[in-house]
């Protein structure tokens, strides 16, 4: 992982790789990294496979919709939550 972070490419090019590689090791039909916006301070998403339409953008982490089939765990640093990765299917 620390490859990929370490690749040169954007904050949303980098999560989205490293979504992409965390899906293909896992018994997962989709992986979606929450992350903090720099611009808004809001949370946005990207996901492996990428997900259709427009972002979504979120004041907090508790209006991500919930899933069943979904396996959450918070990301922090400094135990501040700065995203979330999520994991859904199979």
Do not use: C, Y
């Not at 918070?74 to 501040?80: K, N, Q, V």
């Amino acid at each position: 992982m620390a490859k990929l972070l370490n690749t040169g490419l954007d904050v949303e090019g980098a999560l989205g790789a490293v979504a992409e590689a965390t899906r293909s090791q896992l018994p997962a039909d989709r992986v979606s990294i929450w992350f903090r916006d720099d611009v808004t301070g809001g949370f946005r998403m990207v996901a492996a496979p990428a997900a259709d339409g427009t972002p979504l953008l979120l004041e907090s982490l508790q209006m991500i919709p919930s899933a069943p089939d979904a396996v959450r765990i918070p990301l922090e640093h400094d135990e501040a939550h700065i995203g979330l990765l999520e994991s859904r299917g199979r």
